[in-house]
Nanobody, 123 residues
């Protein structure tokens, strides 16, 4: 099992930037693909971005492509989500998790969720 802790959320104006961190404990973390998801109030949790553990290949939801960048530092057991050009519709609780199932975008294919970090974008 991997323990994940998200941080870096906050209140920012539209057009601003934030960098989220997902810090992990557990030696096996670096052998997992990691995903970022978000859940806005009253909505389903949705995929944001993912990064492969071995190739470092990245994947993004269409809604964040070109604005968000996922990266990882295996030496620090940390995955980052750089968020630029933020919009009010990006407001949500952001979570990271490790993938155990067959797909990269399905919530049910991830486990060991962190507690989340709140991102609020004002207009």
């Amino acid at each position: 099992q991997v323990q994940l802790v998200e941080s870096g959320g906050g209140l920012v104006q539209a057009g601003g930037s934030l960098r989220l961190s997902c810090a992990a404990s557990g030696r096996a973390f670096n052998s997992y693909d990691v995903g970022w998801f978000r859940q806005a109030a009253g909505k389903e949790r949705e995929f944001v971005a993912a990064i492969r553990w071995n190739s470092g290949r990245t994947y993004y939801a269409d809604s964040v492509k070109g604005r968000f960048t996922i990266s990882r530092d295996n030496a620090k057991n940390t995955v980052y989500l750089q968020m630029n050009s933020l919009k009010p519709e990006d407001t949500a609780l952001y979570y990271c998790a490790v993938r155990f199932g067959p797909t990269l975008q399905a919530v049910n294919d991830y486990k060991d969720w962190g507690q989340g970090t709140q991102v609020t974008v004002s207009s």
